[in-house]
């Protein structure tokens, strides 16, 4: 069939709204029709020919919402009709990662998903002949994406997809790493560094959690106003200081916070985030997403002296089992999710919401079909 689809075609360059033939689903897949999708800084930091697992041309977009229209052989779980949020975390619960109950961390399609393929190693994308790979196993910068059956978590086909499409990606992860990996508790004293759509839903985390000091850190002041309306105690802008900002919160807290999280991608920022916690037991967690090359480095005393570095992949949730009750979550209003969406737009306009992104000016685009 024809989708209308914005195909990267190669590193640093504006994606191309054309139209993708897509073959239909094979054994253990389902082709969605997506309705929505939010935009990620991950999908900019592929594009950008960061990502060592980049692959062109290919359908980026992970972050979507939308409906099944038709299941391949054995496809059990979901049918025609059911509206699904597609996930770049597979849940197979069959795998050593699923059934060990430490994390959601499955590894049933990610050798391939990492190729820009199938899990039988081939694309169902292609344009004028040539194939176009799919990314994160959702590519839904497509109105029509295949994706596998694993990959697919089943939700209330009441939720708003435009929406509920940010629990796919920015949304869980920031709330998720607070609650899963952190596990923060009440009281707590917490660093938000990054006020994008991912450091914002950890502040929400965070108040969820009714930490009691967040701080929250960022170069553009305005994210501040938002983040404040989520929860933020103090807002930081680092250029605002003489000194490195971990000097500046351990200055504020005596001996800095129980929980930093990393929300940007920037290997100084999480030194930074690392060693502004606590003295005995402050951990902090990397969200932000580096690029290839890129290394993180710290005295190891910040260790030995009780300091925790840990890393976050989609808030540690499990999406087939628990995405679903977050979108419940999300329409009894336990979980924020309109504040998110800055902008909407239409698919042509796509790079424009890029612009935004890169600009500072957008929490999140959401792009409808
Ligand atoms: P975003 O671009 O919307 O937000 C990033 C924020 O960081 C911006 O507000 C920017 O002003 C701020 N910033 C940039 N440099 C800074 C600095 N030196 N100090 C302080 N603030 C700075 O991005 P996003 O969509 O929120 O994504 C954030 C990061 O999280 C990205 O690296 C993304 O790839 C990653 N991510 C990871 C996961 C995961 O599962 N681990 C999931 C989603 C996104
Ligand atoms: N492909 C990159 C790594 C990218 C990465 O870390 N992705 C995050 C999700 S970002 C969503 O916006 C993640 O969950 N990683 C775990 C996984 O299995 O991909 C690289 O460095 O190769
Ligand atoms: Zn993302």
New binding site residues.
Partial sequence: MKSRAAVAFGPGKPLEIVEIDVEPPRKGEVLVKITHTGV???D??TLSGDDPEGVFPAVLGHEGAGVVVEVGEGVTSVKAGDHVIPLY?AECGECLFCKSGKTNLCVAVRATQGKGLMPDGTTRFSYNGQPIYHYMGCSTFSEYTVVAEVSLAKINPEANHEHVCLLG??VT??IG?VHNTAKVQPGDSVAI?????????ALQGARQAKAGRIIA????PA?FELAKKFGATECLN?KDYDKP?QEVIIGMTGWGVDHSFE????V??MRAALECSHRGWGQSI?????GAGKEISTRPFQLVTGRQWK?????GVKGRSQLPGMVEDAMTGKIELEPFVTHTMGLDDINDAFDL??E?K???TVIHY
């Fill in positions: 990620c800084h991950t900019a930091f975390t990606c920015g992860t920031g790493a560094f990054g006020l994008g759509g991912i450091g914002l839903a850190i960022d170069t553009n994210k680092p900002i929300c940007i991608g920037n100084d920022v990397i969200i932000g997403v580096a890393g976050s992949a989609f808030g992104m890169h500072g957008s929490i999140r």
